[in-house]
Structure formats: structure tokens, C-alpha cells
């Protein structure tokens, strides 16, 4: 196997030494290549170079121009975070809820008439008052709906967002007695 000497800058060699090693290459071959002296332009030495660019820093003058913001000139310390946020106003939906100052698990579902056309459930609250909803009619602050009213349980709607943003519904039953209820 051959090996090639190359001339790696001091500044690249950590990254070079460690992207080798993930490869497999062998260490006598990182050795040679940290022991590598850093390339210098022909007939230049490298201090000699460093000096130079230092010497040009030096005498160099700052003048207003240097300060305004251009589209080569950047300010370093403004942020630009607010050109990729969505700058639409997000619609809150707020329902006209009967207990809308309660939890949906802080409400008791008490009675149920049924045997009519439209069915009524009848929910206290953790106060002691109740109150007779219908089907359509929203019950809580998580805006829990009424989707059907059975012989022994409520089914209510909500809306659940997940993790990705997206809505999606989901249906809650509530019994009449869940103590005394049947699996």
C-alpha cells in the first residue's frame, strides 16, 4: 500500500484525524498526517505570512460604511428568527360551553330521560348545580360535545391536537353510574 503525504491546515486536522477514524484507516497513517507541517504559499515562510496579515489588520482604518447593514454586511448580533415564524394570527375557537368554567372529569353525569324523540342528560357540577343538556349542546372548557345520549352513558366529542399540530376527534363515553355499571 501506498502512502501519499499530504499537507493538511493545523485548523482541519481534528476533523480530518476523526472522519479517518470512523473509516478505519490505521494509525500509523493519522500519525503521519498530524506530524504534517501546514502548507505555506511558494517562497513564503509561514511566520512570515501571519505577520503580514497581521501588519494589513493593523493599519487598517474603521470608517462608518464598515457599520451599516448591507447585503454584504451583516449585523452578527440581529436576529432572524422572525422571518421564518408564520406570522398569521391563530384562530382561537372558543364555544358557547354550559359548564365552562370546569373540567370535563370535574362534571358528573346524574340522569339521563330518555324514551322521547330528544333525549336529555342531566350533569352537575363540582358546586352541586346541574344542569339539562341536549344533544348538539357543548359541555365543558374542553369543549366536549354531545355527540349521542343513550339509555345508560353519554358519548361526547373532542378535539384532541397531537403532536405533529394536526386536530383529530375522538368520542368519550360518560356513564350514568359507573360504579354500578357493566363491563
Not at 493593523?58 to 422571518?83: G, H, Q, V
Request: hydrophobic share 45%; glycine share 6%; charged share 25%.
Amino acid at each position: 500500500m501506498m502512502i501519499r503525504k499530504l499537507t493538511v491546515p493545523a485548523r482541519v486536522r481534528p476533523w480530518l484525524m476523526a472522519s479517518l477514524l470512523g473509516s478505519g484507516m490505521g494509525a500509523a497513517t493519522l500519525d503521519a498526517l498530524a506530524q504534517a507541517p501546514a502548507a505555506a504559499p511558494a517562497g513564503v515562510a509561514p511566520a512570515a505570512t501571519k505577520e503580514s496579515r497581521l501588519a494589513v489588520l493593523r493599519k487598517k482604518t474603521l470608517r462608518d460604511e464598515d457599520f451599516i447593514e448591507a447585503e454584504n454586511n451583516r449585523d452578527p448580533f440581529r436576529s432572524y428568527i422572525t422571518l421564518f415564524v408564520d406570522k398569521r394570527p391563530t384562530m382561537v375557537k372558543t364555544v358557547p360551553a354550559i359548564f365552562d368554567k370546569f373540567a370535563l372529569e370535574e362534571l358528573t353525569l346524574i340522569a339521563i330521560v330518555s324514551g322521547n324523540e330528544s333525549p336529555l342528560a342531566m350533569f352537575r357540577d363540582p358546586g352541586g348545580l346541574g344542569q339539562v343538556l341536549r344533544r348538539g349542546d357543548y359541555l365543558s372548557k374542553s369543549a366536549a360535545r354531545i355527540s349521542k345520549i343513550l339509555t345508560d352513558r353519554v358519548i361526547l366529542e373532542m378535539t384532541e391536537v397531537m403532536a405533529t399540530g394536526e386536530q383529530r376527534a375522538i368520542e368519550k363515553a360518560v356513564l350514568v353510574n359507573p360504579e354500578g355499571a357493566q363491563p
